[in-house]
């Protein structure tokens, strides 16, 4: 008998496309085609499951005991799977669209788990890790992503160790024998390191003394990194500490050095380059052209499938060095100690990753005048503007004297915020709790925080409750494929799913003093808190890292076609799986406010 | 009516061997056949059957795992017209058998089930012919026609209006998903899908009905 033809259409969907051969055959002789008319249930709540459905055309949408429908089923997707290996159905499922549909039965179903570790896999494993196995399948096709690559795939230099009482000229000449820019030093079980710059600056100090021992220039302990790590993330190490070099470890023993140099030969050369420019721009005009640069090494890196998290981590580095730059340019020295520049909301919590406008202020310090900050604020602005850094539809900028007051001012402005809450005051608190000090002195927005975290300590459980009910400000529409909400099937990334969270963990860190910025951190932090349910934490940020990949995708698409930046992501032309990721993304954003309304009791409200 | 028990009777007479005389015996299951053929050609009395594609219906459901497919050993050589539209060549019969081996086992599958199809009266000639030589008498099997099922279902804006009655058309007309290419026992599963659709529509009796 030849089922050649129905073998290659399951053979098209996931997860039978990961069957063998033998597998496939095993499937085809468990499996039915059944016909059901719009309208019939197929899958009665509390009821037993017999079989998975698999669609091969039309519509079918599963619903909660109230009613409310969770989500929807097209060709080529399951559904059926959770009421089979759990015995009960959790939901209801009804046919919205004539339905066409393999039926595989239960004994072949539990064949094929047992015959396949993906096919288990996909059915079994939970959300996060059917996340990290469908986004595997999105990114192995196109993508060598040296998100991937660790360090021990790069190249690594030969260390040149020498014992802490070495003489300096013996350590420089083995140094030099060995061609490497750097001396590792070791002490005991403590390593240091003398770099070659280092040796040049004590030359010009005439601080050199080479019949002294090494230990005495050597600075203690040496960076290091181990070899399993992330290339990437040693970059990143690399821009936060301004180094050039890192020791390579492999069971805490020194293995090799990494130079930046090789790091780059990954990049493209690109995205160093691009904060190289900004540290040596000596005029606005170099400063401007360097920090232009960053379109480019967005797409590069997307391209080259980084985490749109730390995407954004990479680009608010950036960001944030130009900022503190423009700052230095701009206003006189004398002025720069007594304020703090800000940079607010998702620039704050470094999650920015396209320029989509600037919420920045500044804080100077009591007893100084303020008025002679404004000019320079001005032209900090329109510099900014001028930079690509669009203007903020809030007017939340530093050339706004509303955000350019000093600490008293802050002060009984955030009383006013918490003491009469209307809109504004709420977005203004929620950006302003955000709030990340870039230049000048950054004890003066500590201070400042100091009192948002004693007002709602000794305040009120109301303002907490209302300033988290913003979390479900906007409705997250789940199973939004035929729904009302979206006829035309466009969804705006930023309502439904990106603020719910960011709000929502917003108001937890709030709640519980949780001083880190960016919401993964958050969530992290909740959940070694025990606030959140590891679960949860997990899936969330997963979620939260998938609708930042998407949103980026999306805004990515608009600057490629000269379109102002948006956020509304049409589902149709996403890929099947894309699709699937961020259905089942918005799932969870749905359970997430379900939380916050549960935490917060926000039903009486 | 007393024609055809006239006609059934005098089958039953014919019969070679009491064997067969089960397919004879009323039905009263639920299942149906779903069957259709490849053919040499358009002519039932003279053409040749290539294969044979069979599924069964049970619980309105289409069991493919119980399905039905057999290739027929040609007694010349394939006209080659016939190659074009099945695409079948000599060499892909290597695994064909005798034409009354290959009827015997349909006659096993199909047992008295009625047997549904597109035209399955043209089926059911070309069927027949062979089992008169075979077992001494036509396929007794009662007959369910999809392209009437379908015409009684289609609303027609004008009593003139022509109906296209083509295979392709009404699949796509019901909004059936194509399976793969025309061989027997994909049509077969595809007729399947449309008897299945076409039962859960209402016959329509409106004024051009």
């Known amino acids: 008998m030849s089922f050649s033809d129905q073998k290659e259409f399951l053979k098209s969907i996931c997860p039978f496309s990961d069957l063998s051969d033998t597998g496939l055959d095993l499937a085809i002789e468990n499996i039915e085609i059944g016909f059901y008319a719009k309208d019939s249930e197929i899958i009665i709540i509390g009821s037993e499951a017999s079989v998975l459905y698999i669609v091969i055309k039309g519509e079918v949408k599963t619903y909660d005991e109230d009613g409310n429908i969770i989500r929807d089923y097209h060709e080529t997707e399951s559904f059926g799977a959770n009421a089979l290996t759990s015995n009960k159905s959790q939901t209801s499922c009804i046919v919205t669209e004539d339905l066409i549909c393999y039926e595989l039965s239960r004994k072949g179903f539990i064949k094929l788990l047992n015959n396949s570790k993906k096919f288990k896999q996909f059915y079994l494993m939970d959300v996060v890790e059917r996340m990290n196995y469908l986004k595997k399948k999105e990114t192995s096709s196109d993508l060598s992503s040296f998100m991937v690559d660790r360090v021990d795939a790069s190249y690594i230099h030969e260390p040149c160790i020498v014992s802490s009482d070495t003489l300096v000229s013996v350590a420089i000449k083995k140094s030099v024998e060995m061609k490497s820019s750097s001396i590792v030093v070791k002490k005991g079980n403590e390593y240091g390191i003398v770099t070659d710059s280092g040796i040049k600056i004590a030359l010009a100090e005439e601080t050199l003394n080479l019949a002294s021992t090494i230990d005495q220039m050597a600075q203690f302990p040496i960076i290091s990194v181990d070899k399993e790590d992330f290339l990437f993330n040693v970059y990143l190490l690399l821009l936060q500490k301004n180094i050039k070099r890192v020791a390579v470890r492999e069971n805490g023993e020194i293995i090799g050095m990494l130079e930046q140099m090789d790091i780059l030969s990954y990049f493209a050369n690109n995205s160093r380059l691009a904060t190289v420019k900004i540290e040596k721009s000596k005029t606005i005009d170099e400063l401007r052209e360097a920090s232009m640069d960053y379109i480019s090494v967005v797409k590069k890196l997307h391209a080259q499938g980084v985490k749109a998290r730390y995407i954004a981590k990479l680009i608010s580095e950036i960001n944030l060095k130009v900022f503190s730059k423009l700052f230095e340019m701009i206003l006189p020295e004398n002025l720069q100690k007594d304020c703090a520049l800000l940079v607010m909301g998702s620039e704050g919590r470094g999650e920015q990753i396209l320029r989509t406008d600037q919420d920045n202020g500044l804080i100077i310090r009591d007893g100084i005048e303020t008025s002679q900050y404004y000019p320079y604020m001005q032209k900090f602005t329109e510099m900014l503007i001028s930079f690509g850094y669009p203007r903020c539809d809030g007017n939340i900028m530093v050339s706004n004297p509303y955000w350019c007051k000093n600490e008293e001012g802050y002060k009984k402005e955030i009383i006013h915020w918490i003491e009469y809450p209307d809109m504004d005051s709420y977005m203004h608190f929620s950006i302003f709790f955000d709030a990340k000090c870039v230049a000048g002195d950054p004890e003066l927005l500590e201070s400042i925080k100091y009192i948002i975290s004693k007002k709602i300590d000794t305040d009120n459980e109301v303002y907490m409750a209302r300033f988290a009910k913003l979390t479900t400000l906007f409705e997250t529409p789940v199973g939004f494929f035929s729904t009302l909400l979206n006829q035309d099937k466009k969804v705006d990334i930023k309502k439904a799913g990106v603020f719910p969270v960011v709000q929502g963990t917003r108001s937890l860190s709030l709640q519980y003093k949780i001083d880190t910025l960016s919401t993964v951190e958050r969530i992290k932090e909740l959940k070694s808190r025990k606030i959140l349910p590891d679960s949860m934490a997990d899936e969330l940020i997963e979620v939260f890292e998938v609708l930042l990949y998407l949103r980026l995708e999306r805004q990515i698409d608009c600057v490629r076609k000269g379109k102002p930046i948006n956020n509304v992501i049409d589902t149709e032309l996403l890929s099947r799986i894309q699709r699937d990721l961020f259905k089942d993304s918005l799932q969870i954003v749905e359970q997430f406010k379900k939380f916050i309304v549960r935490h917060f009791r926000l039903e009486n409200l | ?209």
């Open chain 2, 1 to 209: 009516m007393i024609f055809r028990f006239l006609r059934q009777w005098q089958n039953k007479r014919a019969l070679k061997s009491k064997e067969y005389i089960k397919l004879f015996e009323p039905y009263f299951g639920d299942e149906l056949v779903v069957l259709d053929t490849e053919t040499t050609g358009l002519n039932p009395k003279k053409d040749e059957i290539i294969s044979i594609g069979a599924v069964i219906i049970r619980d309105d459901k289409i069991r493919i795992s119980n399905s039905f497919e057999c290739f027929l050993k040609p007694s010349g050589n394939i006209n080659h017209e016939s190659i074009k539209i099945h695409h079948i060549r000599e060499c892909d019969l290597v695994n064909a058998v005798e034409p009354e081996e290959a009827i015997k086992q349909l006659l096993d599958f199909i047992g008295n089930r009625p047997i549904v199809g597109y035209y399955i009266s043209f089926d059911h000639k070309i069927i027949s012919r062979y089992t008169k030589k075979i077992i001494g008498s036509r396929l007794p099997n009662p007959t369910v026609e999809l392209s009437s099922m379908y015409y009684k279902r289609y609303r027609k804006s004008s009593s003139y209006e022509f109906v296209d009655l083509k295979f392709d058309t009404i699949m796509n007309g019901l909004g059936l998903p194509f399976l793969g290419k025309h061989d027997a026992l994909n049509d077969a599963i595809m007729s399947a899908m449309i008897y299945l659709k076409l039962k859960s529509m209402p016959e329509y009796k409106g004024a051009f009905s």
